[in-house]
């Protein structure tokens, strides 16, 4: 939901009634996304004026701990707590289905954390929580697509000295760990060439990697996008895949992947084509 700030209230119902229809019960959120706090989540609820029983049948996900006029992160007990307040007055709900902390917070006292997330549950203001608390860590959301995957590529070559792709920066092992411990993976720019990046699919810049995935897309009688999602959903720690866009089609298009099981072959010539090095 970071983009609707940029449609009217019938195109942000036409876009929730699109991904509904496809399936699609997860809606994501954070207080920063619109540009001024809490904008996003507003316009959505405005929009949209759930029933109760259209609110139970959603999952909200948002966010906190970005703070930035201030240009800081904050994951202390009095912004987690009030941010959530602030969240679930925009959204016009008794509760945050899911909370996620935005970005690492550098000086993070883990004790306050502990605090604000207890005092959320036993209000009743949060059903998931994420962190390293008494919690459950369910969910961990990171950058993925066919052309920036580190958290995949790295450990593939990982015994490879002197290439740029066996330089593990992901903490070691992240994608291995959140399937050790249940957590899942959502994979968020999942069409986008890199971080800032344009959208790969359809880039000059990737002429293999658009072959590839045009004719996987005839094979499969799909098209590119639901190829591109394709790629992410056939990984065995079973990742959900945040989609950015506010185009309807689009988000039919990409839904339509996640029916779609690559074989081992087409996964992995997808990855070499993508330009990962495959040892």
């Not at 941010?83 to 996620?100: F, K, M, N, Y």
């Not at 945040?242 to 089609?249: F, R």
């Amino acid at each position: 939901m970071m983009r609707i700030d940029s449609l009217d209230d019938e195109q942000i119902r036409g876009l929730y009634a699109t991904a509904r229809d496809a399936g699609i019960d997860f809606f994501d959120h954070a207080d920063i996304y619109g540009g001024e706090m809490h904008h996003c989540e507003a316009r959505f609820a405005d929009a949209l004026r759930l029933s109760a029983t259209e609110r139970d049948e959603i999952v909200l996900q948002t966010k906190c701990g970005i703070v930035p006029a201030q240009g800081m992160f904050d994951f202390s007990y009095d912004h987690i707590v009030g941010q959530v307040e602030g969240s679930l007055a925009a959204l016009r709900t008794d509760r945050i289905d899911v909370l996620l902390l935005h970005r690492p917070d550098a000086l993070v006292e883990p004790d306050e954390v502990a605090r604000a997330f207890d005092h959320l549950e036993s209000s009743g203001k949060i059903e998931l929580l994420k962190t390293a608390v008494r919690q459950p860590l369910v969910a961990n959301q990171l950058q993925l697509s066919l052309t920036h995957a580190p958290i995949i590529a790295q450990p593939v070559a990982a015994n490879m000295a002197g290439h740029d792709q066996s330089i593990g920066r992901d903490g070691g092992g992240i994608v291995d760990y959140c399937r050790i411990h249940g957590i899942t993976v959502q994979a968020w720019s999942p069409y986008q060439s890199g971080f800032g990046g344009g959208v790969f699919l359809g880039h000059p810049d990737y002429p293999e990697l658009n072959a590839v995935i045009e004719r996987l897309a005839g094979v499969h009688g799909v098209t590119p996008t639901a190829i591109a999602t394709a790629w992410i959903t056939r990984h065995p720690a079973g990742m959900q895949v945040v989609l950015g866009t506010t185009t309807p089609h689009r988000v039919q298009e990409a839904a339509t992947g996640v029916d779609v099981v690559l074989t081992r072959p087409e996964w992995y010539e997808l990855f070499r084509a993508a330009g990962h090095l495959l040892p």
